[in-house]
């Protein structure tokens, strides 16, 4: 597994990161510590879930429990006031048994806090961190325009994650190359599209190319986690042959 400074944060993490957020559809806790246990041994140390979906933060919890100080834990909050945000936060720790998130993200569709800002809540994120309760803070969206301003507010925000593979590529690159000049840490939600692309290789091998960013694979078996840790381990080789598979399934879909 290879690992990768994400942005500022300076978090060192696998290039291969575990979308926890669907561990409540599986059968029970035994099955979810099983893939959690899964993508720890094949050298996975950034774990991402989120509040919207407590029993997967509460199965994460439980999963990690054996190697905790091992790996980082990603959550987030839809939370628009101080007193939401804290009390999401406060639930969060609870349900993942820990006294720390490592990176805390803000999920926001429109407009994004500020320093300073009426609503308190960037320098209520920097208090936190003051205060030991999380590490770094980031913004996950599926808003180009909050994204982009995520890159040029003066707020302290450490990381961006937004949904970047395959498909969307052409308009998403210029994106995460000002992430990169603007040492922003760039998590790629939706990887393979939301199920859209069948190929993992392919998939991979594209981001693999942007070494910086870092895709979250939402992985619901162990043998579809077996087959993306082997490729994390094996990237394709992007040739010519290579390059024209991606144009013919970047042709047939849009």
Request: hydrophobic fraction near 45%; charged fraction near 25%.
């Amino acid at each position: 597994m290879e690992y990768v400074a994400l942005g500022k944060s300076r978090l060192l993490v696998s290039r291969t990161a575990f979308g926890a957020m669907t561990l409540e559809r599986l059968a029970d806790d035994a099955a979810a510590g099983e893939l959690v246990a899964q993508a720890y041994d094949g050298g996975v140390n950034f774990f991402d879930v989120a509040r919207s979906v407590p029993q997967s933060e509460e199965r994460l919890g439980r999963a990690i429990r054996p190697f905790r100080k091992d790996v980082f834990i990603a959550t987030k909050t839809a939370a628009r006031t101080i007193a939401d945000l804290k009390a999401d936060l406060y639930a969060s720790l609870a349900a993942l048994g820990v006294d720390c998130i490592d990176l805390y993200q803000l999920e926001r569709e429109e407009g994004l806090p500020e320093k300073g800002g009426a609503d308190g809540l960037v320098d209520e994120l920097i208090d936190l961190r003051r205060a030991g309760l999380i590490n770094h803070f980031g913004v996950v969206t599926e808003s180009f325009d909050v994204a982009n301003r995520v890159v040029r507010s003066q707020a302290g925000w450490e990381t961006v994650q937004f949904p970047f593979n395959l498909l969307n590529s052409a308009s998403v690159e210029p994106l995460v190359a000002q992430c990169a000049e603007k040492d922003i840490g760039f998590v790629a939600m939706r990887p393979l599209c939301g199920g859209v692309l069948r190929n993992i290789p392919l998939s991979l091998g594209y981001l693999h190319q942007f070494e910086h960013v870092v895709p979250l694979w939402g992985a619901r078996t162990g043998e579809e986690l077996q087959q993306i840790l082997y490729f994390a381990a094996n990237p394709p080789l992007v040739d010519d042959q290579f390059k024209e598979e991606a144009e013919k399934l970047r042709a047939f879909f849009n």
